[in-house]
């Protein structure tokens, strides 16, 4: 089972077929990363007509039983998400209603302060704020995972503990490997993975050691260090694979409309476009590498399998309903 | 002249007249708590409304020489503002299109975090935000002026360094005074009125000592004495009255849609509701309460003057427009 944690492609036929070739199994895909509540709900119209018009590559997932579907039609299920809490803007009651919806993860902030955490970006970290801890409750009854792939790691930590069920870290890497922004020190991951959350492990090139030139095995031998420390059952992959988008689709995840002033985030004035892929990791054929090379790096079989997909199986499967 | 730096009234006929009996030049009105965009040019129309409807009372202010020409009428001069940042939502590009609306005052924060800056009822702030500071800028190029009453005391400091203009609280008292959590300690009150910003005082029950038993000769001591200590030019009145409310709009302004849960705020669950106005502060008509009695706490003609309206005028004149 192949199970990709986080993907904002420039969609289209050619990437649905790619995933059916790579044996992708479900995928959990960005609708939203400033859009407010009507313009994401324009982001779900725009999914709902591919899911139309290519009902033999793609289906909607909702709960694990969808993936078991796809895999048997031979589909990819995919699973929406949010990396920012923009599309409930200030209304608590919005948290069902992006849930009725299909939304399944949403991140509490994307790089800048929100009305509910802190992200990664900002010069301090306040933790979680008085609507954050309500909304977390409430992503906690409906079933709507919480992502800190953006967030401050005070307000990760806080998140971890506030949160009465498991949370996510979706698209990120050990910041002991690569020391980005983007990526979290031990403190992070271990307050997540010992309540049962998620490490998501990101293809971003700013996320990688060596960014585009890292290795294969380099990757690989950072998951085998990361799966030893924190548990094999506990991370997978959330591979933030931009496929076909032009550059100034970075620039606007960047800046969106809250600065007139341009913000190179990752990037830089020289190159402030997406990075070029890692050659052993260019679109979702690519998986079969990953694969390979975690057995190289000295995985069991059992597991290869959690991190290609079982454990976001197991995760989907526990935290995308109602709390019972 | 008597210029009110904060009303939110149930508005009325009636009390549009009550404010041409009080000889009331000008009042700041509050015209946004939660309100997004959409909501908030419904407001604007709300207000457009009543300016066709009573002319012979009112009229919309969009500068100081509106004032006059509101005086030289026999009317009173209205102006916008928020007290909340909820009206530009996530979108830089909507300060100026509510100061071409009309509004003049912006608070950064409505007690909650805000994407700009902390409330003061977070236990927790962190100053200005990334997006707070961009705001900042934008709001002293335009001409709208920062109102931090409701924000905490590290972002009000903040916000009055970063500002390149002077900025406002329009509504509170010291916190020495009567130690409620929206007065201002002596450091914000400082950093506000050394850069040329306004204090302009509260009269809603919970900011004053005694709370509605709060006797005038107290409120006109703690003026003389903060006008002694900080510069008579810089302070004015902010009466915060809320005429006419029923309960329910009290409780709207502590929970708008943000939680499910009731917040109390400055009340309690033994009395939620608006608190009883002091005796000698009704209505608009009152105002000549407060001139006489701060000319018996010991203030020069000149003084009482500027507080009652000369000292907004000046700011108002100062700072409505362009930076030139």
Same mark, same amino acid.
């Given at each position: 089972?192949?199970?990709?944690?986080?993907?904002?492609?420039?969609?289209?036929?050619?990437?649905?077929?790619?995933?059916?070739?790579?044996?992708?199994?479900?995928?959990?895909?960005?609708?939203?990363?400033?859009?407010?509540?009507?313009?994401?709900?324009?982001?779900?119209?725009?999914?709902?007509?591919?899911?139309?018009?290519?009902?033999?590559?793609?289906?909607?997932?909702?709960?694990? $039983?969808?993936?078991?579907? $796809?895999?048997?039609?031979?589909?990819?299920?995919?699973?929406?998400?949010?990396?920012?809490?923009?599309?409930?803007?200030?209304?608590?009651?919005?948290?069902?209603?992006?849930?009725?919806?299909?939304?399944?993860?949403?991140?509490?902030?994307?790089?800048?302060?929100?009305?509910?955490?802190?992200?990664?970006?900002?010069?301090?970290?306040?933790?979680?704020?008085?609507?954050?801890?309500?909304?977390?409750?409430?992503?906690?009854?409906?079933?709507?995972?919480?992502?800190?792939?953006?967030?401050?790691?005070?307000?990760?930590?806080?998140?971890?503990?506030?949160?009465?069920?498991?949370?996510?870290?979706?698209?990120?890497?050990?910041?002991?490997?690569?020391?980005?922004?983007?990526?979290?020190? %031990?403190?992070?991951?271990?307050?997540?993975?010992?309540?049962?959350?998620?490490?998501?492990?990101?293809?971003?090139? %700013?996320?990688?050691?060596?960014?585009?030139?890292?290795?294969?095995?380099?990757?690989?031998?950072?998951?085998?260090?990361?799966? $030893?420390?924190?548990?094999?059952? %506990?991370?997978?992959?959330?591979?933030?694979?931009?496929?076909?988008?032009?550059?100034?689709?970075?620039?606007?995840?960047?800046?969106?409309?809250?600065?007139?002033?341009?913000?190179?985030?990752?990037?830089?004035?020289?190159?402030?476009?997406?990075?070029?892929?890692?050659?052993?990791?260019?679109?979702?054929?690519?998986?079969?590498?990953?694969?390979?090379?975690?057995?190289?790096?000295?995985?069991? $079989?059992?597991?290869?399998?959690?991190?290609?997909?079982?454990?976001?199986?197991?995760?989907?499967?526990?935290?995308?309903?109602?709390?019972?």
């Amino acid at each position: 089972m192949r199970i990709d944690g986080l993907q904002y492609a420039n969609w289209s036929e050619n990437i649905f077929r790619q995933m059916r070739e790579g044996g992708v199994d479900a995928v959990h895909v960005t609708i939203a990363y400033h859009e407010n509540f009507r313009e994401t709900v324009l982001n779900f119209e725009r999914w709902n007509r591919w899911l139309e018009q290519y009902p033999d590559l793609i289906m909607k997932g909702l709960n694990a $039983a969808d993936i078991d579907r $796809a895999r048997d039609s031979g589909r990819t299920a995919i699973f929406f998400g949010f990396q920012n809490p923009s599309p409930i803007e200030d209304d608590i009651g919005l948290v069902e209603i992006v849930h009725t919806l299909g939304a399944r993860f949403m991140q509490l902030t994307y790089n800048n302060q929100s009305l509910l955490a802190t992200g990664c970006y900002e010069e301090e970290d306040s933790g979680i704020t008085r609507m954050g801890r309500q909304v977390i409750k409430e992503m906690n009854r409906v079933g709507l995972v919480i992502d800190m792939s953006h967030s401050g790691d005070r307000s990760t930590i806080e998140a971890a503990e506030l949160s009465e069920r498991p949370i996510a870290i979706t698209h990120a890497n050990p910041h002991d490997w690569q020391p980005a922004l983007r990526n979290k020190p %031990h403190e992070v991951i271990e307050a997540v993975t010992r309540r049962g959350g998620m490490l998501g492990f990101s293809l971003y090139p %700013h996320h990688l050691k060596d960014k585009s030139d890292c290795t294969l095995e380099s990757f690989c031998h950072m998951i085998a260090e990361t799966g $030893a420390r924190y548990g094999f059952e %506990h991370i997978g992959i959330g591979s933030d694979l931009c496929q076909d988008q032009p550059d100034s689709v970075v620039e606007w995840m960047r800046v969106g409309r809250w600065s007139k002033e341009i913000d190179y985030g990752e990037g830089s004035a020289s190159a402030p476009g997406f990075p070029p892929m890692p050659t052993w990791f260019q679109d979702n054929r690519d998986f079969i590498n990953i694969e390979r090379g975690l057995g190289n790096a000295g995985l069991s $079989a059992e597991q290869v399998a959690g991190v290609m997909g079982g454990n976001w199986y197991r995760f989907f499967a526990e935290n995308f309903g109602a709390r019972s």
